[in-house]
């Protein structure tokens, strides 16, 4: 079974940054289609980015779009959640997920990561 462990969550000031990883110690996530999900306390639950496997084609919420960057690092085997411009409202516990193929409209995924805390806040 595939296992994610995300890392890099933490606390920052409003316009700060944090830098996301998720990984994987079994299984070479680069034959995998990986998103980012974000859940705040009473918020329904947010996709975030996904990163296709074929292509390495990338989506965004429109709230991310601008200021979040997902990439590969496959000599790592790692994908990263670049996240600049950071806002309260990004407050949230974020969470790596895989599928097999194609990023889904939906949260159609296989697996997830037990999630890393991200706090912005002054």
């Known amino acids: 079974q595939l296992q994610l462990v995300e890392s890099g969550g933490g606390l920052v000031q409003p316009g700060g940054s944090l830098r996301l990883s998720c990984t994987a110690s079994?299984?070479?996530?680069?034959?995998?289609?990986i998103g980012w999900f974000r859940q705040a306390p009473g918020k329904e639950r947010q996709g975030v980015a996904c990163?296709?496997?074929?292509?390495?084609?990338?989506v965004y919420a429109t709230s991310a779009k601008g200021r979040f960057t997902v990439s590969r690092d496959n000599a790592k085997n790692t994908v990263n959640l670049q996240m600049n411009s950071l806002k309260p409202e990004d407050t949230a516990v974020y969470y790596c997920?895989?599928?097999?193929?194609?990023?889904?409209?939906?949260?159609?995924?296989?697996?997830w990561g037990q999630g890393t805390q991200v706090t912005v806040s002054s």
């Open positions: 990163i296709s496997a074929k292509n390495n084609s990338t």
């Open positions: 079994e299984f070479s996530l680069s034959t995998y289609v």
């Open positions: 997920v895989a599928r097999i193929r194609g990023c889904p409209t939906g949260d159609e995924y296989d697996f």
